[in-house]
């Protein structure tokens, strides 16, 4: 099993930073892949970005440019750094872990093992 603790959750006001970790603990050795989604009251489960196992990224059109997702191996955990917030950002935050080499990674059934989210909330 892996379990995942996602921190750094927050209320900022529109246009400020704010960044995400998420720790892995367990059997991280067979994580491949991880990601972050995000829900906001009313509304599903959407991908926001997703990081490959060899480094590979993807971003959601909707935080393309904004936020940046790393992650750093040797401590089994990953970032989002997500710059110029807006209101439409506010949502818990969930991280994910895949351990199939073959994820579809913007996928949320995809995942695994899910954290238990933080929330972001940006004021305008």
């Known amino acids: 099993q892996v379990q995942l603790v996602e921190s750094g959750g927050g209320l900022v006001q529109a246009g400020n930073s704010l960044r995400l970790s998420c720790a892995a603990s367990?059997?991280?050795?067979?994580?491949?892949?991880m990601g972050w989604f995000r829900q906001a009251p009313g509304k599903e489960r959407e991908f926001v970005a997703a990081?490959?196992?060899?480094?590979?990224?993807y971003y959601a059109d909707s935080v393309k440019g904004r936020f940046t997702i790393s992650r750093d191996n040797a401590a089994n955990t990953v970032y989002l750094q997500m710059n110029s917030l807006k209101p439409e950002d506010t949502a818990v935050y969930y991280c994910?872990?895949?351990?199939?080499?073959?994820?579809?990674?913007?996928?949320?059934?995809?995942?695994?093992?899910w954290g238990q989210g933080t929330q972001v909330t940006v004021s305008s």
């Open positions: 367990g059997r991280t050795f067979s994580i491949y892949h």
């Open positions: 994910a872990a895949a351990s199939k080499r073959d994820t579809i990674v913007v996928v949320t059934s995809q995942y695994e093992y």
């Open positions: 990081i490959r196992w060899r480094g590979g990224t």
